[in-house]
C-alpha cells in the first residue's frame, strides 16, 4: 500500500523573523478592522472611520497574500485565502444588519428578557 505524502516545503531559519512579523501584522490589522467597524456600527465612534478600517482590512489582506508567499503556499490554499478575506469584509456588515433587521421585526428586548413595548 502507497503511503500519502503531504508536501511541506522547508522554511529557512532566516525567514522566520519576517514570517512572524506577518503573520502578526494579520492578526493586528484583522483585529484593527474588527474593532473600527464595530465601534462605529455600534456608535461609539463616527462614521467617518469606515473607510480607515478599510484600510486596515487591506493591509490585512496583504499581509495574509505576503505570508501566504512566505511560507510556500500553493496557489489553491492562496486563492481560499483571499476569499476568506472577502469573505471578512462583508461578515462585520451581515452581523449588524441581521441585528437591526431582528430588533425591527421583534422589538428591542430589555435585560429581564420582556419587550419594552409590554411594559
Known amino acids: 500500500?502507497?503511503?500519502?505524502?503531504?508536501?511541506?516545503?522547508?522554511?529557512?531559519?532566516?525567514?522566520?523573523?519576517?514570517?512572524?512579523?506577518?503573520?502578526?501584522?494579520?492578526?493586528?490589522?484583522?483585529?484593527?478592522?474588527?474593532?473600527?467597524?464595530?465601534?462605529?456600527?455600534?456608535?461609539?465612534?463616527?462614521?467617518?472611520?469606515?473607510?480607515?478600517?478599510?484600510?486596515?482590512?487591506?493591509?490585512?489582506?496583504?499581509?495574509?497574500?505576503?505570508?501566504s508567499v512566505r511560507i510556500h503556499s500553493s496557489p489553491f490554499t492562496s486563492k481560499v485565502l483571499m476569499v476568506a478575506m472577502v469573505a471578512y469584509l462583508f461578515a462585520p456588515h451581515l452581523y449588524f444588519y441581521l441585528v437591526e433587521q431582528a430588533e425591527k421585526r421583534y422589538g428591542q428586548v430589555n435585560k429581564t428578557g420582556s419587550n419594552k413595548e409590554e411594559l
Open 1 to 67: 500500500m502507497a503511503e500519502a505524502s503531504i508536501y511541506m516545503p522547508i522554511l529557512a531559519p532566516d525567514e522566520f523573523l519576517g514570517i512572524f512579523v506577518v503573520s502578526t501584522m494579520v492578526l493586528v490589522l484583522g483585529v484593527g478592522y474588527a474593532a473600527l467597524v464595530t465601534l462605529s456600527k455600534m456608535g461609539y465612534l463616527s462614521k467617518k472611520w469606515l473607510p480607515i478600517s478599510y484600510i486596515f482590512w487591506i493591509g490585512q489582506g496583504y499581509s495574509l497574500y505576503d505570508l
